[in-house]
């Protein structure tokens, strides 16, 4: 129980470099569609959350690969979350009224 509660906190830095990480990606993506240079926000962007990311996942390890596993896993469960909330909303699709196989 103590080593669930001491990578506790490795995990909570994991969601939240996954909340900086897919956050700025959402950012990027949105400043894309009015700006005239999408690739330098794009490559830029790119470059700095993967810079961030990284240090964060260096300095959270600490040298253990437990805590950078379970940093890791916070990152990947924010994904899913990120996912799931920006995902635009499901159109009820109804079903269209059964037609007849043969003509008049």
């Known amino acids: 129980m103590t080593e669930t509660l001491r990578l ?10 996954g909340a900086i ?11 894309c569609i ?4 999408p690739a330098f926000w794009l490559f830029g962007s790119l470059l700095l959350r993967t810079g961030i990311a990284l240090t964060g996942f260096y300095f ?3 040298g ?5 596993l ?14 799931r909330l ?3 909303p499901l159109e009820h699709h109804h079903s269209p009224a059964k037609e007849a196989s043969h003509a008049p």
């Not at 990480?21 to 400043?31: A, D, M």
């Not at 253990?64 to 950078?68: A, C, N, S, Y």
């Open 34 to 37: 009015s700006s005239k240079q």
């Open 70 to 83: 379970a940093s890791l896993l916070g990152f990947v469960i924010t994904r899913f979350l990120v996912t």
């Open 64 to 68: 253990h690969w437990q805590r950078l």
């Open 60 to 62: 959270v390890s600490g």
């Open 86 to 88: 920006t995902r635009p």
């Open 8 to 17: 506790a906190p490795a995990v909570v830095a994991g969601i939240v470099l």
């Open 21 to 31: 990480f897919f956050g700025g990606l959402w950012w990027t993506v949105r400043k």
